[in-house]
């Protein structure tokens, strides 16, 4: 099983519309998540840190949910900005190495 | 304030010769990390420096790659003899440290390393 698992996609979805992604971790002890968003051949760029039950930020509401393993990204009202790929990020064992998952990609359409 | 940079953004070499990859971390940052990303997988993580020592090399694939950061300023990642599955695109990052109450990865734009 990998460390942290995403469905990569891709999310096709008209202005406006709510999307969420679901992504899953393997280490039950992680402490720590992240959402990182990159675009096309950008580097990845930190989104929004999880570090309890979930934390909220305008359009954008990352979840975690320890007894399932799994962290949620909700975006709402889908802008066409917010088409890239999001890429769930977890710690090794709360360290600074950053394990990936392959990412899921969003494309917005108007 | 300038991000992280790397040099140069994108290389083509041929299989079995040296290339030499360059990053500058965000000034002031103890913590500068290397990753890579081939094609079609995920990005994943080489190695870690704090100042000029190696907190973590875990990740580094081989003998082949050599990573320094000497004067704990700017790092160089040497990959000497290059093979084609090298190809990818090498990110760097750097952080504050988590003693400064703020660990955020800030990434660079990557080398895009093409071994033909």
């Known amino acids: 099983r990998k460390e942290v698992e995403q469905d990569p996609g891709p999310f096709n979805v008209p202005e406006g519309a709510t999307v969420a992604f679901n992504c899953t971790y393997s280490n039950s002890a992680s402490q720590s998540f992240f959402w990182y968003r990159q675009d096309c051949r950008k580097e990845p760029k930190l989104l929004m840190s999880?570090?309890?039950s979930g934390n909220e930020d305008g359009r954008f509401t990352a979840q975690l949910n320890r007894a399932s393993q799994y962290i949620s990204l909700l975006i709402r009202d889908s802008k066409l900005s917010d088409s890239a790929t999001y890429l769930c990020v977890v710690p090794f064992y709360n360290t600074d190495k950053l394990i990936f998952g392959t990412g899921t990609r969003l494309q917005v359409f108007p | 304030e300038a991000g992280v940079t790397q040099f140069p953004s994108h290389s083509v070499i041929e299989k079995g010769q040296t290339v030499t990859l360059r990053c500058d971390p965000i000034s002031g940052h103890d913590n500068l990390y290397w990753y890579r990303r081939v094609m079609g997988k995920e990005i994943k993580f080489l190695l870690h420096f704090v100042k000029e020592s190696k907190q973590d090399e875990s990740g580094m694939p081989n003998n082949r790659f050599l990573a320094e950061r000497t004067g704990g300023t700017y790092s160089t990642l040497k990959v000497q003899p290059a093979e084609l599955e090298d190809s990818g695109v090498y990110f760097c990052?750097?952080?504050?440290?988590?003693?400064?109450?703020?660990?955020?990865?800030?990434f660079g734009p990557g080398t895009r390393l093409t071994v033909l």
């Open positions: 999880v570090y309890s």
């Open positions: 990052a750097s952080s504050q440290g988590l003693t400064s109450g703020n660990n955020e990865q800030f």
